[in-house]
């Protein structure tokens, strides 16, 4: 089992900047990949941004690309998303997954393939 809590969501002005984080417990961080979704009222769950166990490989949803980045500290077992530049529209809660996987490089960009998620982080952006 794996346990994630994301923290640092959170209410910023357009323009402004949050940072993410997700702290995972319970088994070895560097043997999953990472990805970070949100979900706003009346939507599906979408993606934003993954990274590879290895940390070698990253993809963000063309949305945000340029303004966040994802990144992660194995030896800290977490994973963070810095989000610049934010509009209105990314206002959502913002889920952290986990994925244990065998391949260094791999990122996935759809919720199916992770295997654990956390609760949630409420990220509102005002125009």
């Known amino acids: 089992q794996v346990q994630l809590v994301e923290s640092g969501g959170g209410l910023v002005q357009a323009g402004g900047s949050l940072r993410l984080s997700c702290a995972a417990s319970?088994?070895?961080?560097?043997?999953?990949?990472m990805g970070w979704f949100r979900q706003a009222p009346g939507k599906e769950r979408e993606f934003v941004a993954a990274i590879s166990r290895s940390a070698g490989s990253t993809k963000y949803v063309d949305s945000v690309k340029g303004r966040f980045t994802i990144s992660r500290d194995n030896a800290a077992n977490t994973v963070y998303l810095q989000m610049n530049s934010q509009k209105p529209k990314d206002t959502a809660v913002y889920y952290c997954?986990?994925?244990?996987?065998?391949?260094?490089?791999?990122?996935?960009?759809?919720?199916?393939?992770?295997?654990?998620w956390g609760q949630g982080t409420q990220v509102s952006v005002s125009s």
């Open positions: 997954a986990a994925k244990l996987v065998s391949y260094a490089s791999r990122t996935y960009d759809s919720p199916g393939p992770y295997d654990y």
């Open positions: 319970g088994r070895t961080f560097s043997g999953f990949a």
